[in-house]
């Protein structure tokens, strides 16, 4: 069984840095992608950042040049470099994983809050 646990989210004023981890504790399985993805109160989740198993990446616009997502595919572990952060970050961050078997099944972790301050 699929358990991402992530780590790393916390407070900082703007235009401080955190880097976001996200890892399998459970079985380990092959992936077709790994991603973030952020909420804030009363909307619907976004996309953040997404890497495939290959390496190819695609950013929200909002956040491109200031994160980079990285992945250890044989870990299971997805991590999220966050620079420059501004008070618009400011959400509970979700880790995703999307399974080659069963295909393009959706994992989630439970989420990791981010509060930039201004």
């Known amino acids: 069984q699929v358990q991402l646990v992530e780590s790393g989210g916390g407070l900082v004023q703007a235009g401080e840095s955190l880097r976001l981890s996200c890892a399998n504790s459970?079985?380990?399985?092959?992936?077709?992608?790994m991603g973030w993805y952020r909420q804030t109160p009363g909307k619907q989740r976004e996309l953040v950042a997404t890497i495939s198993s290959a390496g190819t990446t695609e950013y929200e616009d909002s956040v491109k040049g200031r994160f980079t997502i990285s992945v250890d595919n044989a870990k299971n572990t997805v991590f999220l470099q966050m620079d420059g952060l501004k008070p618009e970050d400011t959400a509970v961050y979700y880790c995703?994983?999307?399974?080659?078997?069963?295909?393009?099944?959706?994992?989630w972790g439970q989420g990791t809050q981010v509060t930039v301050s201004s």
């Open positions: 995703n994983l999307r399974s080659v078997w069963p295909p393009d099944r959706m994992y």
């Open positions: 459970g079985v380990t399985i092959r992936i077709r992608a």
